[in-house]
């Protein structure tokens, strides 16, 4: 009896010390963002090919890196799954390492390392006991962060380019989740680089105008990059202006990752703004991840990416009864939910008269 009760003894300590380095572990976590945010900004992953062995010479020269410095930084970010030591300084290419020679994944990571997405959850605890952000600080005196964000002008590319490179990967599968060819005129809201609408009037040659509306610095940005301009369908048209002012005349708006920036009060207002230009017949095509009535390791992305939301925007990603919440608000009706047709990709809730 006494020696089983020192050996569960012992199993029960050694359980709290794994639980106390699991802790320690987390509460570092902000280091790996910050590693693997330091190799994408020096492009460690484009120095060499998949199939074949680097030194850290070789490397430390072609980014242009102190030697030591910068194996001391792959070395930590072998044990996350990024590069291989396969002998004491030699490293090789892992699926995410090599992930990362793709311009979209650099641009992704590049957004989510950007101070103003970092800062915010320092602040965390003050927000979660007010349940609302100090709007002041992180938006640094701008009524809104897409007015910040305009204050520094390389950031917003990075997040326009980001939210591009995010919306290509799933943009021909969110297509497929509806038939565009009923309408006339379908106006992207928020709709940034324009890689939605592109892909709408890709699929729906009955579509006769497509209207990319977004912030006018958005829009001039747009109106400047030759890149995009020729990818341009002749039927595509750049408008300028806020989705809490005035929208065009449309027979479909469509809404991607834009709601959940905001909360309830301005969801409502923006939504209001939208009804007065609908016609009877027009229809909102919201697509937004719906939040699940529980948290399970497939969806708890959803769940994070809800927390980063609250952190940023005062945002929050909504269950079907948030959905219908807002729309009663609104004199909307939530009138279709399509589920999303891959993992980490929206939903789409389509909304009517
Ligand atoms: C999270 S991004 C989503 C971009 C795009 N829909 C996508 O999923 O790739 C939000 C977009 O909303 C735009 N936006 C923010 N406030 C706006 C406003 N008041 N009127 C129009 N667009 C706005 C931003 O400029 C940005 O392009």
Known sequence: MEAKATESGTLEQREKMMAF?????????????????????????????PGQRCTIEELAKKTNCNQQYLYRLLRALTSIGFFKEVE???????????ALMSSHMRDIVMMSGLRSMV????????????????????????????????????????????????????APQLVQMADYNQFETVCDLGGSQGILLSEILKQSPKVKVGLNFDLPSVINQNKNNQALIKTRDPRFQEVEGSFFTKVPEADCYTLKNILHDWDNKAVIEILK????????????????????EKSTPENSFISWLDIKMMALLNGLERSLDDWKTVSNGCGLKVEKVIPSPMPHAPTLVIFGK
């Open 21 to 49: 380095f699991k802790v320690m572990d987390l509460a570092d976590g902000h280091m790996r963002t910050s590693a693997l945010t330091a190799a994408t900004k020096l492009d460690v992953a484009s120095a060499f090919q």
């Open 88 to 98: 004491t300084g030699v490293f090789e290419h892992t699926p995410m390492s090599e």
């Open 119 to 170: 800062e915010p959850f320092y602040d965390l605890s003050e927000t979660v006991k007010n349940g609302k952000i100090n709007e002041a600080k992180v938006f640094e005196g701008h009524p809104t962060y897409w007015d910040s964000l305009r204050t520094r002008p390389e950031e917003e590319a990075i997040f326009s380019r980001a939210m591009t490179s995010f919306t290509v990967t799933c």
């Open 273 to 292: 703004t939208v009804s007065k230009s609908m016609k009877p017949t027009s229809k909102v095509y919201v697509y937004d991840f719906l939040m699940a």
